[in-house]
C-alpha cells in the first residue's frame, strides 16, 4: 500500500490558526478529506496519516471521527498532553480508534529542552503500553536534544518530521548534517522525507536545491527508515501537491524496488501499524 505518511486537515479560523500569517493566505480556508483524496488518486496513493495541527483533544477527537468516515485515512498521530498527570487517561480514551502516533509542537517551545522534562519524559514513556509512536516536530537546533530523549527510550519509536527542517533555503548543511547522523544513529528513530519546499524559496526553488538534504537524510537513515509524506496543505503555499510527490520520486528513481516500496509505504504501514487498528 502507497501511503502519503504526513498531511493535515482543518476547519479554518483565525483564533486557532494564528501561525498562518499573510503570506500563507492560500491556508486560510478549510482543507478536508474529499479535497486530499483526488490528489492521492492522481499520485496512485492509497492511503495517508492524518497528523494533528491543533494541540487539543478536541481536533485528536475529531481527527478520529474523520478516519472513522473516510476508508483512506489510515492512521491519526494525535495531540495529547503528555506533561498532565492524567495523560493515561487521555490515551487510553483515544487507544480504540485509529490512533496509531502522538504530536507535541516541540519547535513553538520557549524552552529548546522542553522535551527533557520530566513530566513530558513520564508521558512519552507512556505511549509503548499503548502501542503508539511518537513524531519529532523539531527545528535543526533540537536535534542535540532529541538525542538525548530518544536514547533514554530504546524500546519508544519516533520518527522525525520534514528531515528537521533544515535550511535549505540559506543552502546551510551544518551542523545539521551531522546531528541528523547523531540522530539516525540511534535504531528507534525513523524520519519523513517532507516538508522541503516549504524550507526552500517558495515558488523559486529548483530539484537541485533539495539533492544535498536528500542525500544526508537517505545516507543516514538508509531506504527502509524513511517514508514519504507531502505535508498537504501546508506544502501548497511553494508547490503543487503532485510537484512533491515528483521531486520525491526523482531522486528515488536509483533506489531498488524494494527501497522503493518501503519508502512509498512499506515503512510507514509497519512502523505506525497501519491496518491494524480500527
Known sequence: MRIDAHQHFWRYNAQEYGWIGPEMAGLKRDFLPPDLWPLLQVAELQGCVA??????????AWLLELAE????????VGWVDLCSPDVEEQLARFSEGKLCGV???????ADDRFMLRPDFRRGVS?????????????FPR???IACELVAQFPRQRFVLDHMAKPFIRRGELQPW???????AALPNVWCKVSGMVTEAEWHRWR????????DVVFEAFGAQRLMFGSDWPVCTVAARYDQVVD????????????????LWGGTACAFYGLGEKG
Open 103 to 109: 504530536r507535541h509542537v516541540l519547535q513553538d517551545e
Open 142 to 144: 533540537h536535534l542535540p
Open 69 to 76: 468516515e473516510y476508508s483512506f485515512i489510515k492512521g491519526v
Open 247 to 262: 521531486l520525491v520520486a526523482d531522486y528515488a528513481q536509483m533506489l531498488s524496488p524494494t527501497e522503493q516500496a518501503a
Open 126 to 138: 507512556l505511549l509503548a503500553r499503548y502501542n503508539l509512536t511518537y513524531d519529532l516536530l523539531l
Open 207 to 214: 530539484r537541485e536545491d533539495f539533492r544535498p538534504y536528500l
Open 177 to 183: 548534517a551531522d546531528d541528523l547522523r547523531r540522530l
Open 51 to 60: 497528523v494533528q495541527a491543533r494541540q487539543t483533544l478536541t481536533e485528536t
